[in-house]
């Protein structure tokens, strides 16, 4: 059974910068694409990055892109998200995902498995 547990909400000031994890189990994932995404309140669940887990190709959200990155660790089954240059409009619940794919999704509906979120919120 696969399991998604993030780690590394917090709140933070604008401008300050959070890393999460994404540690997975369950499955081998090298043939998944591990994404994340977040939601706000009264907002629909947006794209805000993924990777290919086997060649470690990413994309991004225009939103996010120069700001965030995502990566893998393949010793650690764990996938990151460092978010530098905070905004408040980066406050939302930001969720991790897998796709049994090899081509990068940017619609939650593509996702197969959830973990059960983490709150950031970053204060002006």
């Known amino acids: 059974q696969v399991q998604l547990v993030e780690s590394g909400g917090g709140l933070v000031q604008a401008g300050g910068s959070l890393r999460l994890s994404c540690a997975a189990s369950?499955?081998?994932?090298?043939?998944?694409?591990m994404g994340w995404f977040r939601q706000a309140p009264g907002k629909e669940r947006e794209f805000v990055a993924a990777i290919i887990w086997s060649v470690g190709s990413t994309s991004y959200a225009g939103s996010v892109k120069g700001r965030f990155t995502i990566s893998r660790d393949n010793a650690k089954n764990t996938v990151y998200l460092q978010m530098n240059s905070l905004k408040p409009e980066d406050t939302a619940v930001y969720y991790c995902?897998?796709?049994?794919?090899?081509?990068?999704?940017?619609?939650?509906?593509?996702?197969?498995?959830w973990g059960q979120g983490t709150q950031v919120t970053v204060s002006s």
């Open positions: 369950g499955r081998t994932f090298s043939s998944y694409v």
């Open positions: 995902a897998a796709d049994r794919s090899l081509y990068i999704g940017t619609t939650w509906d593509e996702y197969d498995y």
